[in-house]
């Protein structure tokens, strides 16, 4: 699933195409929109909020999406022929006199009054990447529940709003904790938050993500994607295991050398 600095990105792209032109073209490929015309309303904004994406257009209208697993958005001229998919795999087409955006895959997409976006996105945490950042209210919503595990705490958007599977594993690693070990005990979650934000600002403006200082091909992340390889910094194999509601997990990636703390339950 996308993180924050994707979705981050995604809005900034579709924001430079669209925002301050006036839609030629929509095309809403999903039933309950199917027959919504936003053709002749200017685009006024993108914004992300989280992993969300919200699109405001004139007339008080947000159209709301969600990338999901594998969903994109993609931005060519006007006129050009999409490149991110098959046809059929097309929610959404909004297009101005010069560039069309097309949305692939998505499993969300809402329209709504842009008055009432708290419906779709208030229940959302700090956004790490948003104007509304706010550390220690962060903090204290992953430690209101102190018996959850930090991977789980930290995949949960209603504490924070950004990090996702690979941010999960990488800074469990970076601060040396199995993903499995309870909020109550980690020993400094500040820093915990600290880390996340830090790690999205320097990601937001990248099309590879770096967590260890190396841009070089298989060298940017220290555990995630890298199950039965040698653990960069101490060559134990790095291990797997799911970690999540039952029927929901996520692949979690860590060393059982360099981090400490409970390993995943057995069963």
Same mark, same amino acid.
């Not at 959404?92 to 996105?121: I, K, N």
């Not at 919503?141 to 949960?156: F, H, I, K, Q, Y």
């Given at each position: 699933m996308p993180e924050g600095d994707t979705v981050w990105r995604t809005a900034r792209a579709l924001h430079g195409a669209l925002a301050g032109e006036a839609l030629i073209r929509s095309d809403l490929r999903v039933p309950r929109l199917a027959t919504t015309d936003l053709t002749g309303r200017e685009?006024?904004?993108?914004?992300?909020?989280? #992993?969300h994406l919200l699109t405001r257009?004139?007339?008080?209208?947000?159209?709301?999406s969600h990338l999901g697993m594998d969903g994109s958005w993609r931005v060519h001229a006007t006129g050009e022929r999409p490149r991110?998919?098959?046809?059929?795999?097309?929610? !959404?087409?909004?297009?101005? !006199?010069? %560039?069309?955006?097309?949305?692939?895959?998505?499993?969300?997409? *809402? /329209?709504?009054?842009?008055? *009432?976006?708290?419906?779709?996105?208030?229940?959302?945490?700090? *956004?790490?990447?948003g104007p509304d950042w706010d550390a220690d209210e962060a903090v204290r919503?992953? /430690?209101?529940?102190?018996?959850?595990?930090?991977?789980?705490?930290?995949?949960?958007q209603r504490n924070l709003a950004g990090v996702?599977?690979?941010?999960k594993s990488e800074l469990c690693f970076l601060l040396r904790i199995t993903p499995w070990l309870p909020m109550a005990s980690v020993p400094d979650p500040e820093r915990l938050v600290a880390l996340?934000?830090?790690?999205?600002? !320097?990601? #937001?403006?990248? /099309?590879?993500?770096?967590t260890t200082?190396?841009?070089?091909?298989?060298?940017?992340?220290?555990?995630?994607? %890298?199950?039965?390889?040698?653990?960069?910094?101490?060559?134990t194999p790095v291990l797997t295991a799911g970690q999540g509601p039952e029927g929901r997990e996520r692949t979690t990636y860590w060393c059982p050398h360099c981090q400490t703390g409970p390993p995943p339950p057995v069963g």
């Open positions: 685009v006024l904004e993108v914004v992300p909020r989280g #992993k257009v004139g007339g008080g209208l947000t159209l709301h991110g998919g098959p046809q059929h795999q097309i929610r !959404a087409v909004l297009a101005t !006199a010069d %560039r069309t955006a097309v949305g692939y895959r998505l499993p969300v997409l *809402d /329209l709504v009054r842009t008055t *009432d976006e708290s419906t779709l996105v208030g229940h959302l945490g700090p *956004d790490l990447l919503r992953l /430690l209101s529940d102190p018996g959850r595990t930090v991977g789980e705490a930290l995949l949960d996702g599977n690979v941010y996340a934000k830090k790690l999205l600002e !320097a990601n #937001k403006s990248r /099309l590879s993500r770096i200082g190396d841009a070089r091909p298989d060298r940017a992340l220290w555990v995630y994607g %890298r199950a039965d390889r040698p653990c960069r910094r101490c060559g």
